[in-house]
């Protein structure tokens, strides 16, 4: 049977190149840039295997020439170049890859590497270029030739006039548009920034004529003004190098290039990892809370490269969202780029890098909990509210991975403490891990529910952090142990001699009840309290909703009025319980005053506002005339 050959149409296709397969059209330097690196790498390795050629690093270069009068911006390299024969396939058939059939040939070895495979990238020219000049000489021959193309029109191919060895690329730019401005692309300053961006450690000298301004002899308002050719681009990409070659500085510097913020790192980790996939990777933890860390505009995410090229700037799959704090890089040769370079064909080796980077940093934290407790308590201080979100998020998908890395503050050792150090010193007969909820460490210390926690002997967790309850719910246990809120109607434990008698209870009931239905709405119950000591009043809560559960979630802005069940706890050892029960006896228009007092106190106590204030303060006087 005949076989037929498809057909396609290379206009449309060229079209579909241009517009289609790059969101931004600055990457077209990063393109063309590559393809220089590539080309004089070709010349490296050919060198290795041919005893006629050396090759010496210095001699070679990539050099980028905007001029803004005639509107052209040139890339010149001192690479391999191209036959006539060569620019025919290589640039006048779309997808038609000469470097990958380079690197299929010629075994690569060093960590040089060639960037080139889908042979699409030099169309990308197209997007800022009404024409494109190619002059290439190729290595070995005497002759240079001029590829030229307007575009989808097709191409020119012309004898030329070139010394040197290597390709010149003239682009004649674009005029601006309505909605694009083209002229960026002849502009030093915006051609450097592309050229730090994506191309920063290309691994050949990328040049440009600079302009320098010095201030003129004594005066600090006249500038002189000349250009002198520089070196854009870093060059050596730092994770290649050796660990031990690289100083605090060196990952100093790296970091305040990069941007990753306007601290300095308080931890970094390097790694090289030879495995199912080869990466290297710098990562930081910052010292400082970026200011819009805990905003919607904060983009987590770490840059990725693909053999020293930026792919893309923040990759958020790189990291789950509870280390959204850690900036940094990874390179890896083995990414199975898709055409555009932007997106990876399959997202399995990204999710290998992610685990095994979310391994990573979880141990570093531990090793820096466990070996210098200062610095990450200062690291607590900025982020641990995202690690307790970590814990909280995803229905606690994520807990077992964080717990060992939050903390809280002790009322014993009056600093932050780890859920494992406090389990370990627990009392034998200590059931629960008790915390208590307020706005400060202060306030939640004068608690009359944390007075009785106290004089047990017992550690009191202080919870500050609107997510810290959350969090814990979430957690349910640590160690087998189970959290219980100090203002828990329940705490577990018998209190001995405070324990009201049952007689005590059964004597008062009527007081009580009395008291509930002048409260009813406000209270579920009213009981002679296990834990008050030395204050005549205070809140417990029965069920799920704890008092700051109910003020957080009160203060949202989807609130749905949810209620704690408050059941108002008086101490019956105190000297107002007398005045209660005689106001019961003589006085019931007192004891419903006095009812309405206690109950405000309360609420005053755990820091919720008086439903009428002015009301309060009359009843106060009422008390004292
Ligand atoms: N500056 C150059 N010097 C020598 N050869 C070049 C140069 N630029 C392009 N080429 C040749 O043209 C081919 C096509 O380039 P193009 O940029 O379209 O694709 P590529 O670099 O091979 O692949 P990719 O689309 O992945 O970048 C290259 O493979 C290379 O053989």
């Known amino acids: 049977m005949e076989k037929i050959q498809f057909k396609a149409e290379s ?37 290795l295997t041919d005893d006629s050629l050396s090759f010496k690093k210095e001699d070679y270069y990539i050099k980028i020439i905007p001029n803004k009068e005639k509107r052209t911006l040139t890339i010149i390299d001192t690479g391999i170049g191209m036959t006539k024969g060569e620019l025919e396939n290589n640039l006048g058939t779309i997808a038609k890859s000469g470097s990958l059939a380079f690197k299929n040939e010629t075994e690569l070895k060093d960590g040089h590497d060639i960037i080139g495979q889908f042979g699409v990238g030099f169309y990308a020219a197209f997007m800022v270029a009404d024409i494109v000049t190619v002059i290439s000489k190729a290595l070995g021959s005497d002759n240079a030739y001029r590829w030229e193309s307007a575009g989808a029109d097709g ?59 010095t201030p003129k002899e004594g005066s600090n308002e006249e500038f002189d003004e000349y250009t002198e050719e520089k070196v854009i681009n870093s060059m050596v990409p730092i994770w290649r190098k050796n660990k031990n070659e690289l100083t605090t500085e060196d990952y100093e510097k790296f970091y305040t290039e990069k941007r990753y913020g306007f601290d300095k790192p308080l931890k970094t980790i390097h790694t090289s990892v030879d495995g199912t996939i080869r990466y290297h990777a710098i990562l930081f933890i910052p010292e400082k809370t ?9 983009e987590k995410g770490l840059e990725l490269y693909s053999n020293g ?23 890896s040769e083995d990414l199975s780029l898709n055409i555009s370079r932007e997106m990876l064909q399959q997202d399995r080796q990204l999710k290998l890098i992610a685990k095994n980077l979310n391994k990573k940093i979880k ?36 807990k077992e991975v964080l717990q060992d890395l939050i903390m809280f503050y002790s009322s014993k050792e009056k600093k932050m403490v780890t859920l494992a150090e406090y389990v370990e010193r627990m009392p034998e007969d200590q059931p629960f891990i008790y915390y208590g909820s307020g706005e400060s460490y202060d306030r939640i210390e004068k608690l009359p529910q944390t007075e009785l926690v106290h004089d047990k002997g017992y550690e009191v967790l202080y919870f500050t952090d609107e997510i810290d309850e959350f969090a814990i719910r979430m957690l349910r246990t640590y160690k087998e ?20 008698s049952e007689s005590e209870e059964k004597e008062n009931k009527a007081l009580f009840d009395y008291m509930k239905t002048t409260l009813s709405g406000k209270v579920k119950d009213v009981r002679a309290s296990k834990r008050l000591k030395s204050h005549p009043v205070c809140f417990s809560t029965d069920g799920e909703v704890t008092i700051e559960m109910e003020k957080i979630l009160n203060s949202m ?19 107002v319980f007398q005045s209660l029960k005689n106001a019961f006896e003589h006085d019931q228009e ?22 009428d204030p002015v009301e309060f303060t009359n009843d106060i006087c009422k008390v004292m005339v």
Not at 190 to 210: A, G, H, N
């Open 11 to 47: 206009k449309r296709l060229l079209e579909l190149m241009i517009n289609s397969i790059y969101s931004q059209k600055e990457v077209f330097l990063r393109e063309l840039i590559s393809n220089a690196s590539d080309a004089m790498d070709k010349i490296y390795y050919k060198a």
């Open 155 to 213: 191409y020119t191919i012309t004898p030329a006039n070139k010394e040197d060895i290597g390709t010149e690329i003239i682009l004649t730019i674009k005029e601006n548009t309505e909605d694009e401005t083209y002229d960026e692309y002849l502009d030093e300053h915006r051609l450097k920034e592309i050229i730090k961006k994506y191309s920063d450690f290309i691994s050949f000298p990328i040049k440009m004529d600079v302009t320098v301004r």
């Open 290 to 298: 970026p200011f819009d860390y805990y905003s919607k505009e904060y």
């Open 309 to 331: 090229v930026l792919i893309m700037s923040k990759c958020s799959d790189l990291l789950p969202d509870y280390f959204s704090f850690v900036k940094g890089m990874v390179d």
């Open 363 to 398: 141990n570093e934290l531990l090793s820096l909990l466990k070996n210098e407790r200062e610095k990450y308590e200062t690291f607590y201080q900025s982020f641990g509210r995202q690690l307790k979100y970590g814990v909280y998020s995803d229905f606690g998908m994520n």
């Open 481 to 500: 142990k189970e959290f219980k809120s100090i203002s828990s109607s329940d705490l577990g434990f018998e209190t001995e001699n405070e324990q009201p």
């Open 557 to 575: 802005p989807d609130s749905q009025n949810i209620k704690a069940d408050k059941v108002l706890e008086l101490n019956v050892s105190h000297e």
């Open 590 to 611: 007192k004891l419903t005053l006095y009812t309405k007092l206690l109950y405000n106190q309360a609420l005053l106590i755990e820091g919720l506002p008086i439903s």
